[in-house]
């Protein structure tokens, strides 16, 4: 057994792998990329021991300096996706907004339940900005 090490830590990696196409977090990966190391260490017939250290050291430098910047670079720059892109948008309302109540407002030519950022009454035909959202009902402000 100790002369397939190397085989040892090539499953090692691999379920590490499996793993992480659970969890999508990118620590596991760190593992998996530590175990690679500790299989090029068994390959270079190293003792146990110091796989094991090299597959430690190699985890922590890849959680430490590795992971940040894939993970910034996975969520890309920030960029807000679905209803969450609506905040600073504008649009024209097309129900009355009531103080209290809640209106529609079209964007894009979607229509969205609206209320009011002040408690206002903002008539059909204005202009607002999209302020926040709260499930399905966005929060406007008139320009």
């Known amino acids: 057994m100790i002369n397939h090490l190397?085989?040892?830590?090539?499953?090692?990696?691999f379920l590490c792998l499996l793993v992480e196409l659970g969890s999508g977090?990118?620590?596991?990966?760190?593992?998996?990329?530590?175990a690679l190391v500790g299989l090029v260490a068994a390959l270079l017939g190293m003792p146990l021991w110091m796989q094991?250290?090299?597959?430690?050291?190699?985890s922590v430098f890849c959680v430490i300096f590795l992971r940040p910047s894939l993970v910034k670079k996975l969520r890309g720059n920030g960029r807000?996706?679905?209803?969450?892109?609506?905040?600073?948008?504008?649009?024209?309302?097309?129900?009355?907004?009531?103080?209290?109540?809640?209106?529609?407002v079209k964007i894009d030519g979607d229509e969205w339940r609206a209320v009011s950022e002040h408690n206002e009454t903002i008539p059909v035909g204005t202009t607002v900005t999209v302020v926040s959202r709260e499930s399905i009902v966005i929060t406007v402000r008139t320009l």
């Open 6 to 13: 190397w085989l040892l830590w090539l499953t090692v990696s």
């Open 25 to 34: 977090d990118l620590y596991v990966l760190c593992f998996a990329l530590g």
């Open 80 to 104: 807000r996706s679905n209803a969450d892109a609506l905040i600073g948008r504008t649009g024209q309302v097309i129900e009355t907004i009531q103080p209290g109540g809640h209106g529609y």
């Open 52 to 58: 094991v250290l090299l597959m430690a050291a190699a």
